[in-house]
């Protein structure tokens, strides 16, 4: 009611001063709004003449926000929050044989009008890209823009200064995880150093978070070719993959969802190499590293009747290894040989009273164990088996008969079956009841047909000798065939 007052007040003031002299035209030079408050501060350059005041106006209409009795002043906070329509515009008035001149702006003052940005996260490259509007009825004569940046409501900070005038958006780095950024961008004027801020624009970083640990607890020797890695990764936030090294070398990737249901996983075995494992995202951006280790390395020979062996020390755990234990195998019985013992030495076992002709295998391998200072529970990893006696022989079949004029193809010659491979050595013959060899071959796919110098033998029973040899490892067989007309 009274500025409706005030207003017609002015009116009919004007119609009747003519001739009162009116004061320039007076135009904003700056619309920033405080990030905080989101009030808009209204920055003007004073008249030095013909002017007793200024009327602030909001919207294009005619209505007014408040009017200053001041020459002088020269910044005005608009108490209500700006959004992105907001519009201002100046008038001055002087008071001259009781008349008010300039009081609309109409015809006189320049809108002015706030200007805003808008952010939007960049998940998978942990960045937030920065994009505002058009500032040049914010600010004049431009010359940079800055971005500020306030991280889970602390002060604001320059983040990043950009030169170009043309530019429209940025992106700047983020970390964290439920982090909320409030951010403006500030757009400064040449001469004089003049700046307008935008309207703030807030967004909370869901980026996913991630693995406070990852870490290998044992990597065991199973065989000459396989070692198993057991590993332990922080399942209370998502990820995607680990991808296991020997080395710098990437032997497997395994899933999420296949190391929940195993932590356990076995790699190719190579000798000294150091095994660890990385961490990817959803985003397949490798976040942690585990731990790496190195397996124990046996090695071992006989030496007549002395065995002599060697192990390395494990490496990967934290903390210190409670003991290093030897055990033996020997045949299909494993006992503990020696407790105790410190890796990178050579230790001899001397036996006095064995006879190793008796024995088909003698192995060993040995056992690191430690405390775990997390779990509190023993953990263990194996070394490879050395092998210093083997003597396992092939699998062979041998028929108890056959039949040289069978119409079964199969039946029609004598042969030892087993799976040869490149590097056998092979022998196989035949004997008659004189002792007189009827049939000799090295080829593990030819048989006796039944014939002696291409002349058919008599039936009956005859001897057979089989000899093969395969990795310095020694098959005999000797028995009786009944060849059959």
Same mark, same amino acid.
């Given at each position: 009611?009274?500025?409706?007052?005030?207003?017609f007040?002015?009116?009919?003031?004007?119609?009747?001063?003519?001739?009162?002299?009116?004061?320039?035209?007076?135009?904003?030079?700056?619309?920033?709004?405080?990030?905080?408050?989101?009030?808009?501060?209204i920055?003007?350059t004073p008249?030095?003449?013909?002017?007793h005041?200024?009327?602030?106006?909001?919207?294009?209409?005619?209505?007014?926000?408040?009017?200053?009795?001041?020459?002088?002043?020269?910044?005005?906070m608009?108490?209500r929050?700006?959004s992105?329509?907001?519009?201002f515009?100046?008038?001055?008035?002087?008071?001259?044989?009781?008349?008010?001149?300039?009081?609309?702006?109409?015809?006189?003052?320049i809108?002015?009008?706030?200007?805003?940005?808008?952010?939007?996260?960049?998940?998978?490259?942990?960045?937030?890209e920065?994009?505002?509007?058009?500032p040049?009825?914010?600010?004049?004569?431009?010359a940079?823009?800055?971005?500020?940046?306030?991280?889970?409501?602390?002060g604001?900070?320059?983040s990043?200064t950009?030169?170009?005038? @043309?530019?429209? %958006?940025?992106?700047?780095?983020? #970390? /964290?995880h439920?982090? !909320? *950024?409030?951010? $403006?961008?500030?757009a400064? =004027?040449?001469d004089?150093?003049?700046?307008?801020?935008?309207?703030?624009?807030?967004?909370?970083?869901?980026?996913?978070?991630?693995?406070?640990?990852?870490?290998?607890?044992?990597?065991?020797?199973?065989?000459?070719e396989?070692?198993e890695?057991?590993?332990?990764?922080?399942?209370s936030?998502?990820?995607?993959?680990?991808?296991?090294?020997?080395?710098?070398?990437?032997?497997r990737?395994?899933?999420?969802?296949?190391?929940?249901?195993?932590?356990?996983?076995?790699?190719?075995?190579?000798?000294?190499a150091?095994?660890h494992?990385?961490?990817?995202?959803?985003?397949g951006i490798?976040?942690?590293?585990?731990?790496?280790?190195?397996?124990i390395?046996?090695?071992?020979?006989?030496?007549?009747?002395?065995?002599? @062996?060697?192990? %390395?020390?494990?490496?990967?755990? #934290? /903390?210190?290894i409670? !003991? *290093?234990?030897? $055990?033996?195998?020997?045949? =299909?019985?494993?006992?503990?040989?020696?407790?105790?013992?410190s890796?990178?030495?050579?230790?001899?076992?001397?036996?006095?009273?064995?006879?190793?002709?008796?024995?088909?295998?003698?192995?060993?391998?040995?056992v690191?164990?430690?405390i775990?200072?997390?779990?509190?529970?023993?953990?263990?990893t194996r070394?490879?088996?050395?092998?210093?006696?083997?003597?396992t022989?092939?699998?062979?079949?041998?028929?108890?008969?056959?039949?040289?004029n069978?119409?079964?193809?199969?039946?029609?010659?004598?042969?030892?079956f087993?799976?040869?491979?490149?590097?056998?050595?092979?022998?196989f013959?035949?004997?008659?009841?004189?002792?007189?060899v009827?049939f000799?071959?090295?080829?593990?796919?030819?048989?006796?047909?039944?014939?002696?110098?291409?002349?058919?033998?008599?039936?009956?029973?005859y001897?057979?000798?089989?000899?093969?040899?395969?990795?310095?490892?020694?098959?005999?067989?000797?028995?009786?065939?009944?060849?059959?007309?």
């Open positions: 009611m009274f500025r409706a007052i005030f207003i007040f002015l009116l009919m003031l004007r119609l009747t001063s003519t001739a009162c002299p009116e004061p320039a035209r007076v135009n904003i030079d700056a619309l920033s709004v405080d990030p905080v408050t989101n009030y808009v501060l920055s003007w008249l030095l003449h013909n002017v005041g200024y009327i602030i106006f909001r919207g294009d209409g005619a209505g007014f926000t408040d009017t200053i009795w001041s020459m002088s002043q020269d910044t005005f608009s108490q929050p700006a992105i329509d907001t519009i515009r100046i008038a001055a008035f002087n008071l001259c044989a009781g008349g008010i001149v300039n009081a609309f702006p109409s015809d006189t003052a809108a002015s009008r706030v200007f805003y940005c808008r952010i939007e996260q960049l998940y998978c490259e942990r960045k937030i920065v994009v505002w509007s058009n040049m009825q914010s600010v004049r004569d431009i940079r823009f800055e971005i500020w940046a306030s991280r889970n409501d602390g604001f900070v320059l990043k950009i030169n170009d005038t @043309l530019q429209r %958006s940025a992106v700047i780095d983020v #970390s /964290g439920l982090t !909320r *950024y409030k951010i $403006f961008v500030r400064v =004027s040449s004089p150093a003049i700046y307008a801020n935008s309207i703030a624009d807030t967004l909370t970083l869901i980026a996913a978070p991630e693995p406070e640990y990852a870490y290998t607890k044992t990597v065991t020797v199973i065989n000459n396989t070692v890695i057991r590993c332990s990764v922080d399942v936030v998502v990820w995607d993959s680990l991808f296991f090294f020997a080395d710098n070398s990437l032997v990737a395994v899933s999420r969802s296949d190391f929940l249901q195993n932590n356990r996983f076995l790699l190719p075995r190579i000798p000294h150091f095994y494992f990385k961490v990817s995202d959803t985003c490798i976040v942690i590293h585990s731990d790496s280790a190195r397996p390395l046996l090695v071992g020979s006989l030496d007549r009747t002395t065995v002599d @062996l060697e192990f %390395s020390e494990y490496y990967g755990w #934290s /903390g210190s409670i !003991r *290093y234990d030897l $055990f033996e195998i020997r045949d =299909s019985d494993t006992t503990l040989r020696e407790s105790g013992l890796p990178n030495q050579l230790y001899s076992i001397a036996f006095s009273d064995l006879d190793f002709a008796q024995i088909m295998n003698l192995s060993y391998f040995v690191a164990y430690r775990s200072p997390t779990y509190e529970v023993m953990d263990s070394s490879n088996v050395v092998a210093v006696i083997s003597r022989e092939i699998p062979v079949y041998f028929p108890t008969g056959f039949f040289p069978s119409y079964i193809e199969e039946n029609r010659t004598f042969r030892p087993f799976v040869s491979l490149p590097n056998d050595r092979m022998q013959k035949i004997f008659n009841t004189f002792g007189q009827v000799s071959t090295t080829d593990p796919h030819n048989g006796w047909d039944g014939t002696f110098n291409n002349t058919p033998v008599q039936p009956g029973a001897v057979y000798q089989f000899e093969l040899i395969r990795n310095n490892i020694t098959t005999r067989r000797q028995g009786v065939v009944t060849l059959i007309r």
